[in-house]
């Protein structure tokens, strides 16, 4: 078992930056792949970011590649998602997941462990 517990969510104006963390506990943070979801009111769960266990390959979706960056601590089992330039569109609840394997990285159905998520408003 892997427990997730993100953080670092807020209100934000449009353009403005934050930083979301993510704390794991429980097995070997080291071993799994992870990423970052998120979710807005009425729409699907999309994949923002991933990051393979060692941290040597590092994916981003085309809405958030060159304002985010996505990182991982693996002495501290923290993972990190910096967001700039944020929009108004990317108002969600943001979610960290882990899994084994890089397969599908970007595929929600696939990950194992997930946390409560924190809520993201960027108001215009």
């Known amino acids: 078992q892997v427990q997730l517990v993100e953080s670092g969510g807020g209100l934000v104006q449009a353009g403005g930056s934050l930083r979301l963390s993510c704390a794991a506990s429980?097995?070997?943070?080291?071993?799994?792949?992870m990423g970052w979801f998120r979710q807005a009111p009425g729409k699907e769960r999309e994949f923002v970011a991933a990051?393979?266990?060692?941290?040597?390959?590092?994916y981003y979706a085309d809405s958030v590649k060159g304002r985010s960056t996505i990182s991982k601590d693996n002495a501290k089992n923290t993972l990190y998602l910096q967001m700039n330039e944020l929009k108004p569109e990317e108002t969600a609840v943001y979610y960290c997941?882990?899994?084994?394997?890089?397969?599908?990285?970007?595929?929600?159905?696939?990950?194992?462990?997930w946390g409560q998520g924190t809520q993201v408003t960027v108001s215009s």
């Open positions: 997941a882990a899994k084994t394997g890089p397969i599908r990285y970007y595929d929600s159905r696939v990950y194992d462990y």
């Open positions: 429980g097995r070997t943070f080291s071993n799994y792949y």
């Open positions: 990051i393979s266990a060692i941290g040597s390959n590092i």
